[in-house]
């Protein structure tokens, strides 16, 4: 039975005169991997504190568990900092079974490719294996919600395609997942995406769901130097695509009327980067 | 004109960085070298700005007045404006603090009206567009650029990408290396390095298409020994010599199922 883990509804918060969160209500639940993407500054670090707990909202209210968020509720939460939270000269075995102790609990079993390195300190093993090292810390204490923080970043294609697998366990066991990343494979590994920006909650659903909803004009010309300049100077923001330019939001009229009737132009799916810049330019 | 590398290696440290590696960088054209970590991109941008000779292989590089480069999460001073920044490595070049050209970068790089600005001050995507300008001031015929778009969020790196369009346009030879591996769309060519071997070149519908055998998509997860891949709800079945298991519907791979492949084949030959 899928149980709502975290629960933000109409929360604000502000620095000062910044406002880094702005009404913004979202829930999560077991079994979910939920990817929170957005500009630097957008808001997504003050989002997830609040949801946790580590900061309070001036409006709005949190849910953690179905409670008010406390010190208790923390224990149930596993979190992997992009600077992973290792110690360098600790062995892997000494770091799981430190951290395992934090909260009490037996070190994790390690799988073959660990246990070949149990004994070798973390900063002599590459950066996947110490990747799935952290994330090991982060789930000895069988945590129902997990905070990963871009888990893959740096990652060969192999140890991420590894790192995924296991993270997506973790969901098919019944965690509940929260990624922030800025890359756009690791936004599409996830099963819902919420886009801040300027600390709103700007768009929210599966990637192929806020891609179905944007578009991008391609254009060919026979100048693109030239016609990157035509069309920036008109306001638009231009994406170079090898010999093509790729215009997002745009419209083909619009297109059309910089760049007159002859280069090719062709209105085309956007991709999830080039939605999020539609949407990051819309507010 | 081409620059680029033919059969480049090189160790570093007791391991082989580059193994083999070709590369080409042609003017007015944007070459992007992605990898992970310890792939071997800036050990590629480094040997193409000449800092490393290589073991063996050729290496087609400018005249080194002419080759303009912005190593890794570097080449700003954070304690100067963007302006100072600028007039003290034009000086470097022997160009005078009058000179168009610092103004002509500030426009180019929209930094226009953040010349007084401390270059610590800025956010990163400003602060990289100051490190392009400044690798930019003596009209290279190469630029090589080490992961300039590396922590910057999607809406910088477009900006980004858009200024790196500019800088081609200008008649350079652009190198830019990544980590992040949908970038590759935005290049006309494409290196993808994994552990010094590279693992696909050409353009990325080249890329696209050099996938070998058919590719599926299931909803459950495969049998043990099937080449397979989670991609969010669904896993991806490789059949490298076609023949997808029953249950699986084919589907068209992107460049992320190619490198995965690529780097599956090399592991087991």
Redesign the interface.
């Known amino acids: 039975m899928t149980a709502v883990l975290a629960e933000s509804d109409g929360v604000s918060r502000s620095f000062g005169a910044n406002l880094a969160v702005d009404r913004v209500s979202l829930s999560m639940t077991s079994g979910e991997i939920l990817g929170l993407?957005?500009?630097?500054?957008?808001g997504k670090t003050t989002l997830i504190r609040l949801l946790l707990g580590l900061e309070r909202p001036d409006a709005g209210n949190v849910r953690l568990f179905d409670q008010p968020p406390t010190r208790a509720t923390r224990s149930r939460i596993g979190y992997m900092p992009q600077t992973l939270g290792l110690y360098d000269d600790l062995t892997v075995a000494e770091n799981l079974s430190f951290s395992a102790g934090v909260f009490g609990v037996d070190p994790p079993r390690l799988d073959d490719d660990l246990a070949r390195v149990a004994d070798t300190t973390i900063k002599a093993i590459?950066?996947?294996l110490r990747r799935r090292v952290a994330f090991l810390a982060a789930l000895a204490h069988r945590p129902e919600l997990l905070v990963l923080d871009e888990p893959t970043?740096?990652?060969?294609?192999?140890?991420?395609?590894d790192l995924?697998?296991t993270i997506?366990e973790s969901a098919d066991d019944g965690s509940g997942v929260l990624v922030t990343t800025?890359?756009?494979?690791e936004a599409?590994?996830?099963?819902r995406l919420v886009f801040i920006t300027a600390g709103r909650l700007v768009a929210s659903g599966t990637?192929g769901e806020i891609v179905a909803s944007h578009a991008t004009v391609e254009a060919t010309p026979a100048d693109?130097?030239?016609a990157?300049?035509s069309l920036?100077r008109a306001g638009m923001?231009?994406?170079?695509?090898?010999?093509h330019?790729r215009v997002?939001g745009a419209s083909l009229a619009n297109v059309r009327a910089v760049l007159g009737a002859v280069p090719p132009l062709s209105e085309q799916p956007s991709?999830?980067?080039?939605a999020?810049?539609i949407l990051?330019?819309a507010s | 004109m081409s620059f680029g590398m033919d059969r480049a290696t090189i160790e570093l440290g007791g391991r082989r960085a580059l193994d083999e590696v070709d590369l080409e960088v042609t003017t007015g054209e944007i070459t992007a070298v992605i990898g992970a970590d310890g792939a071997g991109k800036s050990t590629v941008a480094r040997i193409m700005a000449g800092l490393l000779g290589p073991d063996s292989g050729t290496i087609r590089r400018p005249h080194p007045d002419s080759i303009g480069y912005q190593p890794e999460a570097g080449g700003t001073w954070a304690d100067l404006t963007v302006m100072e920044n600028l007039s003290f490595v034009a000086s470097a070049h022997g160009i005078g603090p009058g000179s168009g050209r610092l103004k002509e970068l500030l426009a180019v790089t929209g930094l226009e009206t953040a010349g007084e600005r401390l270059a610590g001050a800025l956010s990163g995507g400003m602060r990289q567009k100051l490190a392009v300008a400044m690798a930019m001031l003596p009209r290279p015929e190469m630029t090589v650029l080490d992961e300039p778009t590396t922590g910057l969020d999607p809406v910088s790196r477009g900006e980004l990408w858009g200024l790196l369009a500019r800088v081609a346009g200008e008649g350079t030879a652009v190198l830019v290396t990544s980590s992040y591996l949908n970038e590759a769309e935005r290049a006309s060519h494409v290196v993808v390095l994994d552990e010094g071997h590279v693992l696909a070149a050409g353009t990325a519908e080249s890329i696209r298409a050099s996938f070998p055998g058919e590719l599926g998509v299931t909803g459950a997860p495969p049998t043990e020994g099937v080449p397979s891949w989670r991609r969010g709800n669904t896993w991806r079945v490789w059949a490298p010599e076609g023949g997808l298991p029953s249950g699986a519907r084919a589907t068209a791979p992107d460049l992320g199922d190619v490198v995965i492949a690529a780097a599956l084949a090399r592991r087991e030959p």
């Open positions: 993407v957005g500009a630097n500054g957008a590459p950066l996947g970043s740096g990652v060969g294609p192999l140890g991420r395609a995924w697998e997506h800025h890359h756009m494979d599409e590994q996830c099963d990637a693109p130097p030239a990157l300049e920036e923001s231009v994406l170079p695509a090898g010999r330019l997002p991709t999830l980067e080039e999020f810049m990051a330019r």
